[in-house]
């Protein structure tokens, strides 16, 4: 077996990529099938050179901006994106990726959270680490969440799932606003160096590539703490969702996330979703 998997995986996506694919003009004798290494090298922002040493294996260690350019360039699919990933991480890319392994965020919450999680029953709520991580949740949350596919992954993650899971776009009539505020705590973490939030940054900027990444490079803004939020649930419907974020003490900076129904409606619509009698959910205001 090749150990140049990366070289060959970018190679083979180039030949199978026809230039009016990716708006270039087609016709003409070509020697190689798909795009010559030249266009690709223009559409991606890269030399040629470093295209050839690139698919031949003289380097396997490109930037991650560099591969997501090319991924865009390539007009790759999610799955494509994740086979990439998969390649750049066996050619030795993972230990960059993954960084210095310190103070990596906590994986549990403490009994008392738990136990704070089991008194807000029916209303949704959860608690996440500094990845967006979902570490906890009530039974309502799985209610809500989980026919939208948020929960599918282990572990959920926020982030993740808003910028790279379909679903997401549905489930958000909001969506551009939605993803603005699950990534603004995550350019806190790339302010302040975190190798772990870094680890995150670069699988979706691989995995997702030009929704996400062009939201990163923004100014970024200030955490929303409290708002309204707009869910189309599969079930329930249209749903407006007000949310209170809780920060809980201890290092690892864990939040708790409550939600409670914003109009009547929608506190009709989550009884009926979490099978409590009527008005076990009251409407908040605000």
């Known amino acids: 077996m090749s150990d140049n998997t990366l070289g060959e995986f970018l190679r083979a996506r180039r030949e199978a990529v026809t230039p009016t694919e990716v708006g270039l003009p087609g016709g003409g004798r070509r020697r190689t099938p798909g795009l010559r290494r030249s266009e690709l090298a223009t559409l991606a922002g890269i030399s040629v050179e470093y295209l050839t040493r690139l698919e031949q294996g003289r380097d396997r260690h490109p930037s991650v901006p560099v591969l997501a350019a090319l991924a865009d360039a390539l007009r790759l699919s999610a799955d494509e994106r994740l086979h990439l990933l998969h390649h750049f991480k066996a050619a030795d ?103 772990h939030v870094e680890h995150l940054v670069d699988e979706l900027t691989l995995a997702v590539g030009a929704p996400f990444t062009d939201r990163l490079t923004t100014p970024p803004g200030p955490s929303r703490r409290t708002g309204v939020e707009r869910l189309t649930h599969p079930e329930a419907g249209e749903l407006r969702l007000a949310y209170e974020t809780l920060g809980l003490s201890g290092d690892d900076n864990q939040l708790l996330i409550a939600y409670l129904p914003a109009d009547d409606v929608t506190a009709a619509r989550l009884d009926h979703l979490t099978g409590r009698h009527p008005g076990a959910l009251r409407a908040v205001t605000g």
């Not at 993803?179 to 973490?189: C, H, P």
């Open 93 to 195: 890319g993972a230990g960059r990726l993954v960084g210095p392994c310190q103070g990596p965020p906590a994986q549990s919450v403490r009994p008392t959270v738990r136990a704070l999680l089991d008194r807000l029953e029916p209303a949704p709520a959860l608690v996440v680490n500094r990845l967006g991580d979902v570490l906890a949740h009530t039974n309502g949350y799985e209610r809500l969440a989980g026919p939208i596919g948020l929960l599918d992954r282990r572990p959920p993650n926020l982030v993740r799932y808003v910028f790279a899971d379909p679903r997401a776009r549905a489930a958000y009539p909001d969506w551009d606003r939605v993803a603005d505020e699950r990534l603004a705590g995550l350019k806190l973490g790339v302010s302040r160096e975190d190798p």
